[in-house]
């Protein structure tokens, strides 16, 4: 390998690379290509972010794959959630800008497709806590769970017709059931 092709990309750089059809992670100073969603991923998304839209009108934002800048083991770190919801409150000086999320949101939603495991979700999951965002799902459409991760706490996984509620988001309730109707997966 060449020296060009081991250095390391900084934050600036990341963020100056051309967008494309493929979305990009930076992760230890590469440029990491998310996984493309698939049907049951997909129509996952469509069905969270129909609920949360409809929670969120007043109160802040909803992005689909929208990139977040953060720092994990005081590197940068530019995650793109699959979903994820920011109060007006954090957002409050972002302006008009169309540019990755500046700050930690309230919540980044990571959907398994495939080709990923819980267990490394769950790793991330912890990275996005670590830095500053509040909550994080982990949503399972083979399994049709939900699992919910919070600083300082084990995560809560959420199946069938148990209330999904949290006091970060009031008047918010879901069940894995609401998210997984109309979601057809097998297994």
């Not at 440029?31 to 129509?43: E, L, T, V």
């Not at 912890?126 to 994080?136: E, F, K, N, P």
């Not at 919910?148 to 970060?168: A, C, H, K, W």
Request: charged share 25%; hydrophobic share 40%; proline share 8%.
């Amino acid at each position: 390998m060449t020296q060009a092709a081991t250095r390391k990309l900084t934050l600036d750089e990341f963020l100056a690379l051309p967008d494309g059809e493929t979305a990009f992670e930076l992760i230890d100073g590469e440029a990491i290509p998310k996984a493309s969603p698939q049907r049951f991923h997909s129509r996952t998304c469509l069905a969270l972010i129909r609920i949360l839209e409809n929670w969120a009108l007043s109160r802040g934002e909803t992005g689909v794959e929208w990139a977040v800048v953060l720092s994990r083991e005081g590197n940068p770190w530019v995650p793109v959630p699959d979903l994820l919801y920011i109060s007006n409150e954090r957002l409050s000086n972002m302006g008009d800008e169309d540019v990755p999320c500046p700050v930690p949101p309230e919540l980044a939603i990571e959907v398994i497709s495939p080709d990923q495991s819980f267990g490394g979700m769950a790793e991330k999951a912890t990275d996005y806590l670590s830095a500053g965002v509040s909550r994080v799902w982990i949503v399972d459409p083979r399994a049709k769970t939900i699992t919910v991760f919070m600083p300082e706490q084990l995560p809560i996984t959420y199946r069938g017709n148990r209330v999904l509620s949290d006091e970060l988001f009031p008047t918010l309730e879901l069940t894995a059931q609401d998210v997984f109707r109309g979601v057809i997966t097998h297994g």
